[in-house]
Each structure stands twice: as structure tokens, then as C-alpha cells.
């Protein structure tokens, strides 16, 4: 990595772009996804698809030095096998035109969205014919950026995207069944992931590749050592078990004990070893917007509130009552908690960091062309400087991007719920023009940017 510190900002492709089925664009499974009525869908987003020129001028306004971005995999593969320029031109044209502006392209191979098809046609995840289409995907790009995109990332937050159903079509009725298939889906995208990770180091080797992981810092309600192990547990099974498979090729002995007694431990081959152990990542992204607190699981409740991981009732998320909360950081707001957020990973991995997300959601309002949001501009300056204050004692981080850029639709809660240091102006049900008006958290994060950041230590 070099020695210039990334000041960034993030989108994700679904959430940003729109452009739904133009460019020859397939169906993704947040396309086809239900939505609540009343809320936004992914169709026009914030319509970046048409705007992405102003975006881009808006970042080199802003003073970025990096984009974080994602592309659609089903804008590229629209049936999972077969190429479409076109997507694949849409996003060189972004690529260029950061480059143009000396901001480092950071592309994410994989945020939340796949194609249908693949879903419709092969089961998705479930079938390990998905691992060959991803190596595929991961090919096509790395071959078409090769010379340009330095950076890569290649699955963002794996365990949403395990998790979620309606981001990977597993729809299982059966609840128990359908965490057994969830774990076998995780377990091949692990494979997947080394796969690409070592397509990568072949095809442009002086690349650098991460993972973007949602990053679990989870405390005990109590000194109880039973809650004490409750958090730990947490810890293993949302977070270290996900970036323990993209580091060191397998689980903790915890992680395989649990999954185990549980009958969740995936299938696998022969062979797969050899591929878990061909590749690691040169970095990990962290995406961080708040701490999790949680209690040993006496009564064994299944709390539906977080990702099923938890199924296995090791712990039962609690109110942290020592943090401050808001209408949509029901989880609380906790700079500190970064902080130690980097600590944990860096004495897990001893790897590279960079801060993929982070960010406040807030429902801005635009009056008069101006949108005054000193919650964002309070909350991105304490979790940034936490940021670089591990920096500063040595933590190997490089980089920081807020989520988000611009407004986008939240990943389930629609255009209310907005983090953008640009505002689009639309609604859930009134798409208007869409038009761009920068933010006052624009012209802070500028300022932060131009001064690196040394007002804030
Ligand atoms: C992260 C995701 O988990 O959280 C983003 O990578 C997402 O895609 C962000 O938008 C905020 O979550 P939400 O649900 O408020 O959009």
C-alpha cells in the first residue's frame, strides 16, 4: 500500500444507480425483490445510471482520492454466463473518468446483487456451479480493468449476503433447513472468493484485493463470564468466522464445534482445501456503524432482529444502554467502538485496513437548495477521528469512506433513510428529476479532506 492516506466516500451499484434493465442490464435479485408499498425500489435509485458524469465532478469537487463503488454483477452477467459489453463499458467509463480526476477506482466485485438467473436457473449459492459463475464474473473484469483498477474488493458484507434471503433466493420454509443451506452458501462463497483472490493475483499481480466485512463489535452486557462467552460467540459466528475463511482458508475450532452441534457444518470436497488455502487478502475493508451488545441466551429466545446467525442461540442481543440511539441508529451511535473495531481485526489478521462504510442515517430535509445535517457532520467527525487516532498509534489503516457519496435507497428501508453527503432530491414515491444539492456534511468533509483530516485529532 502506498503511503497516501485514502480520504473516500462509498456507493453500492443497486442502491445507486437505477438504469433498470437499460444497457442490457439483467434482472438482479434486488430487482425482482418485493418491496413494501410506499417504499422505494432499486428501478431509478438515485439515478445515477444517467447522472454518474455530474457524480463523478461532484467527487473531484468534493476533493476525493478514492471512489468505493460496486458494479452490478447482473449489469455485466446478465444471464450469470454470458458477457454484456455494454455493462462492462458503463463501468469503464466510470473507471476513466475517476482516474481523470486522480480518484483511485475501488470497485466491489459482488454488493448484495446477483443475477437472477442464477437464482432461477442453478439454485444460486446453494450449488457450487455458482463458485464457477463468480470466477468467471471475476475473470471478465479483472482482464477488461487490468492496467486500471489497483484496488478490488470482492464480496461486501458476506454475511448479509448469506443471510438475507431475498438478496440470494433462499427461500426455504423450513427455518432449520434453511440455516443448514445458509451455512453451505456461506461455505461456497468462501471458495468462490479464493477463487477470485487467486484469478486476480494471475492476471494483474501488482492488484491488491480485499474483503469488505460488517465488522461485529460486540460487548457483554455484563462481567458474567456467561455473557463474556455469549459475546465472544457473537463475535465468532457474524464476523470471525466469515474473515477467518477469506485469511487463514478455515474456521476457528469454536466456529466448527458450534456448527457441528448445531448440524449446520457445510458439505465438503475433495480439493476445496487446496483452493481455501490458494489466496488471501491484501486488506480488509471494515464497515462500521455501531457496536452490538448481547447477554448469555438462558431461556435460548431466537431473536429475529439481526442476521440468523444467531440461530444457534449462543447470545441474545440486549439495548446497550450506555450509548446514545436515534430514530435509524436503533443500535446506538459509538465512535469508540471503531477504535476498538480496528484493534480486534488487527490483532486477528495483521492486515491493511481500510474503512469501506461508515456512516449516520438521517431523514434530510432541503429547504431553500440547502440541507443542514450537523448530526452527520458530528457523527462522521468522532468516527473519524477515532479512525486516525489508531492510525496514529500504528494501526495499519489507509483509507476512509463514508457511506454514503449521494443519498441512495437504503438497503430495505427505502429513500427516507438517508446517509448521503450529496441529497437527491426524490422521494419513495415521487421520483421528481432527482437533481443533486450538496450537502453542509459536503462542505465539512471537504475542508476534512483538504486538511487531512488535522483539525479533528
Ligand atoms: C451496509 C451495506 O451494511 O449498510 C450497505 O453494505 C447499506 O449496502 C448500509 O446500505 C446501511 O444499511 P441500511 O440498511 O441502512 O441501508
Not at 454518474?52 to 468534493?62: A, G, H, N, V
Not at 475493508?285 to 449462543?314: D, M, T, W
Not at 437504503?410 to 448521503?420: E, L, W
Request: hydrophobic fraction near 35%; charged fraction near 25%; glycine fraction near 6%.
Amino acid at each position: 500500500m502506498d503511503n497516501k492516506f485514502l480520504w473516500g466516500a462509498s456507493t453500492s451499484g443497486f442502491q445507486v444507480e437505477g438504469g433498470y434493465q437499460e444497457g442490457g442490464k439483467g434482472l438482479g435479485t434486488t430487482d425482482v425483490r418485493k418491496v413494501s408499498e410506499g417504499i422505494a425500489d432499486t428501478k431509478v435509485a438515485s439515478d445515477h445510471f444517467h447522472h454518474y458524469q455530474e457524480d463523478i465532478l461532484l467527487m473531484k469537487e468534493l476533493g476525493l482520492s478514492t471512489y468505493r463503488f460496486s458494479f452490478c454483477w447482473s449489469r455485466i452477467m446478465p444471464d450469470g454466463w454470458h458477457v454484456n459489453t455494454e455493462g462492462l463499458d458503463f463501468y469503464e467509463a466510470i473507471i476513466d473518468l475517476c482516474i481523470s480526476y486522480n480518484i483511485e477506482p475501488i470497485p466491489t466485485l459482488y454488493h448484495f446483487e446477483m443475477p437472477q438467473a442464477l437464482v432461477d436457473t442453478i439454485n444460486g449459492w446453494q450449488s457450487r456451479e455458482c463458485i464457477e459463475a463468480f470466477e468467471k464474473y471475476a475473470r471478465i473484469c479483472f482482464n477488461r480493468f487490468k492496467g486500471k483498477v489497483k484496488y478490488w474488493i470482492t464480496i461486501n458484507e458476506q454475511l448479509i449476503v448469506t443471510a438475507a434471503s431475498d438478496l440470494n433466493g433462499n427461500h426455504e420454509p423450513d427455518k432449520n433447513l434453511q440455516m443448514k443451506k445458509m451455512y453451505q452458501m456461506s461455505y461456497h462463497l468462501s471458495l468462490a472468493e479464493k477463487k477470485a483472490m487467486s484469478a486476480l493475483k494471475e492476471i494483474d499481480p501488482s492488484c491488491k484485493i480485499g474483503v469488505a466485512s460488517a465488522v461485529q463489535n460486540v460487548y457483554p452486557k455484563t462481567s458474567n463470564p456467561l455473557d463474556i462467552l455469549a459475546s465472544m460467540d457473537a463475535e465468532e459466528l457474524m464476523m470471525y468466522m466469515l474473515l477467518d475463511m477469506s485469511v487463514y482458508g478455515k474456521y476457528s475450532p469454536r466456529v466448527e464445534g458450534l456448527l457441528k452441534s448445531s448440524g449446520y457444518y457445510p458439505i465438503k470436497e475433495e480439493g476445496d482445501m487446496a483452493i481455501l488455502n490458494s489466496s488471501k487478502p491484501d486488506f480488509i475493508g471494515i464497515n462500521y456503524y455501531s457496536s452490538l451488545c448481547v447477554q448469555h441466551n438462558k431461556e435460548r429466545i431466537i431473536n429475529h432482529a439481526l442476521p440468523p446467525f444467531f440461530r444457534s442461540c449462543e447470545y441474545q442481543v440486549v439495548e446497550n444502554t450506555k450509548i446514545e440511539k436515534t430514530e435509524w441508529m436503533a443500535l446506538g451511535i459509538d465512535p469508540l467502538g471503531l477504535r476498538t473495531a480496528i484493534y480486534k481485526v488487527h490483532n486477528r489478521y495483521h492486515l491493511p485496513m481500510l474503512i469501506t462504510e461508515n456512516g449516520m442515517a438521517y431523514s434530510d430535509e432541503l429547504y431553500n437548495g440547502k440541507v443542514h445535517d450537523p448530526y452527520r457532520i458530528d457523527y462522521l467527525s468522532k468516527h473519524i477521528k477515532e479512525t486516525l487516532l489508531a492510525k496514529k498509534e500504528g494501526y495499519p489503516i489507509f483509507g476512509y469512506c463514508p457511506w454514503s457519496f449521494i443519498d441512495l435507497v437504503s438497503s430495505h428501508q427505502g429513500f427516507k433513510k438517508r446517509y448521503g453527503l450529496v441529497y437527491v432530491d426524490r422521494t419513495d414515491t415521487d421520483i421528481k428529476e432527482c437533481k443533486r444539492y450538496k450537502k453542509d456534511s459536503f462542505y465539512w468533509y471537504q475542508n476534512v479532506i483538504a486538511t487531512n483530516g488535522k483539525d479533528l485529532l
